[in-house]
């Protein structure tokens, strides 16, 4: 057996190599080249790792402040033509890397190859924010950043409100995927343009969330309606995420389940195919006018505006389960599909799992929630995206609940 600390002064060995050949090449050459090459920082990095085994985290300062004064000196002394700092930092990290190679090995490891690919995607990624990247995108990545990192860890995870219906971290998650999701849609129209990117994003985007890609989509169609065949194929596609995550979360809780549903589910999906193909035909059958505009990612005002009204289903249905009490499965599920129709479906099988509840009595409950998160979505394309788009994706989506109780019609009539 090899000694763990040997193991570990080779991860520091590693990383200052991996480092350091990436400076290597960089340094150039003559009396203007870098102080620093794959030498320098794989002793660095070694210097940081015996520091910390033998002095553990004090002597590991003082190493880490020495490296800190040799690299200013060399930068103050032959430098003054070019200003960067990038090599410094990345010295003075390196010795940070290898004294952590002493204690977890994995993180320094890894960290170590991120910052050599920093390093090595410099000039792509000076090109991509100087060129590529606009400033209305910075702004709307800002936004994006502050709302995911600063907010949401703010924002309360516990009910309250009326009736104890309303989660503040759940409903700000909403709003956080709702600019995912739209800003997903921007860019892979930038990638692919309108007429690719908007059906291959939407059907990827349901996967998060339907409904909040059928808002995104409507508010991208109403402000670009020269977009509105690919808009509406990437809402109609989303459903069909929807129909996948539910046989998957019903094949994970109830293989039963599954199988009564299979009919319903095959139906639904078959429709939604069929009726996103034609709009995406028609999207790429269009001229690539305007594909490469640039603008806003997302709408921060639709987003809140969607979490809004989600919590107002949210307390409506509370209200409704207070008034009503629990008359039955059916209405628990017709209630919870409002918002989540995969939540419906999986506590339905989860009684059929349980032998509480056969596989054919759990049809009827679980298309019930289906059709009412048909509803909720219905109402999000008629609010976000105007008339034209309301009434081509409105057909779709009440096509798609039609086919699944047909195919449930199917198995009662059998």
């Given amino acids: 057996m090899i000694d763990p600390t040997i193991l ?11 480092i350091g050949a990436e400076r290597e090449r960089r340094k150039g050459e003559g009396p203007q080249r870098s102080p620093a090459g794959i030498r320098t920082f794989t002793v660095t990095s070694l210097a ?25 000196a060399a930068y103050w002394r032959g430098q003054e033509d070019d200003p960067g700092l990038t090599t410094e930092i990345a010295l003075i990290l390196t010795a940070l890397l290898g004294g952590l190679s002493m204690q977890q090995p994995a993180l ?7 910052v ?16 590529a990247l606009t400033e209305d995108e910075l702004k709307d990545a800002l936004i994006f950043a502050g709302a995911t990192f600063v907010v949401l860890p703010l924002v309360p995870d516990r009910f309250m409100g009326p009736y104890g219906a309303l989660n503040p971290h759940s409903i700000w998650v909403l709003v956080v ?21 908007l059906p291959v994003a939407g059907l990827a985007s349901g996967f998060i969330s339907s409904t909040a890609t059928i808002g995104a989509m409507g508010a991208r169609a109403a402000k670009t309606p020269a977009v509105l065949s690919a808009a509406v194929a990437g809402a109609v596609l989303s459903t069909i995420a929807t129909i996948a995550q539910m046989a998957l979360v019903l094949a994970a809780t109830s293989a039963a389940t599954l199988l009564s549903l299979s009919a319903p589910l095959v139906c639904a999906g078959l429709a939604a195919v069929a009726y996103g193909t034609v709009f995406t035909v028609r999207a790429l059958r269009q001229q690539p006018e305007g594909e490469g505009q640039t603008g806003r990612a997302f709408s921060l005002s639709m987003a809140l505006a969607f979490a809004l009204t989600l919590s107002g289903i949210l307390v409506a249905s509370a209200a409704l389960r207070e ?4 008359t039955g499965i059916v209405l628990a599920a017709v209630v919870a599909g409002f918002v989540d129709t995969h939540s419906a479906a999986i506590s339905v099988a989860s009684l059929v799992a349980s032998g ?22 219905i109402f999000f394309a008629g609010t976000s995206g105007g ?20 195919g449930a019609l199917y198995i009662w009539l059998r």
């Fill in 48 to 72: 940081g790792a015996i520091s910390h085994l033998v002095g553990g985290q004090v002597l590991l300062a003082i190493t880490t402040i020495g490296v800190i004064a040799l690299t200013t």
């Fill in 116 to 131: 050599a690919i920093l390093l090595a995607a410099r000039t792509p990624l000076h090109r991509f924010v100087r060129s």
């Fill in 108 to 114: 320094a490891g890894g960290l170590a190859v991120t």
């Fill in 387 to 406: 008339r034209s788009f309301s009434l081509r994706v409105i057909p779709g989506l009440i096509v798609v609940a039609l086919a699944a109780w047909a």
């Fill in 8 to 18: 570990d002064l080779a991860v520091a060995l590693g990383i200052g190599l991996l």
């Fill in 177 to 197: 995927l709702t600019m995912a999701i739209s800003a997903a849609g921007y860019f892979a129209v930038r990638i692919a343009g309108a007429r690719v990117g």
């Fill in 323 to 326: 008034w009503l009490g629990e």
């Fill in 356 to 377: 509480k509840m056969s596989a054919t009595d759990a049809v009827l409950p679980i298309l019930a929630g289906f059709s009412t998160n048909t509803i909720s979505k």
